[in-house]
């Protein structure tokens, strides 16, 4: 049983949709999801011919790769904890300190609705 209102929780779960959406749509243009491995892989990014990026070196270029391996790294890695904050919502254990078992504060899900800890522990 929670201890949050049902309209709580839809707020909740429509923030988790909303921002599931957005980094999905951010992943699509910047990498591509691989079905063997489950993950998304950073795509090299293209410039056009003649540009001035174009001309860059290598060093610059692994540089950029990077940054975008880093960032599609970071977004999985928030997709992965949304999905597990809208499956906890389901079954009906969101809001629940995974490290203590006490409930997370109502400001603290409306500021991270992915939480999975209390910040007062």
């Known amino acids: 049983m929670s201890r949050y209102s049902p309209e709580f929780i839809e707020a909740r779960k ?18 591509e999801f691989d079905e063997a491995s489950g993950k998304y892989i950073a795509l090299q990014p ?4 003649g540009s001035v990026e174009d001309s860059i070196d290598s060093g610059v270029e692994a540089e950029a790769l990077q940054e975008r391996v ?24 969101y809001g629940r300190c ?7 504060s109502e400001e603290r ?12 522990k």
Request: cysteine-free.
């Open 14 to 31: 429509q923030d988790l949709k909303r921002r599931k959406a957005e980094i999905e749509k951010e992943l699509a243009t910047i990498s």
């Open 46 to 49: 293209e410039y056009d011919e």
């Open 70 to 93: 880093s960032r599609v790294d970071d977004l999985d890695k928030s997709l992965d904890e949304i999905k597990l904050a809208l499956s906890k919502i389901d079954k009906g254990t």
């Open 98 to 104: 995974e490290d203590t078992g006490e409930w997370i």
């Open 109 to 120: 899900l409306k500021t991270y609705p992915a939480a999975r800890t209390r910040m007062d």
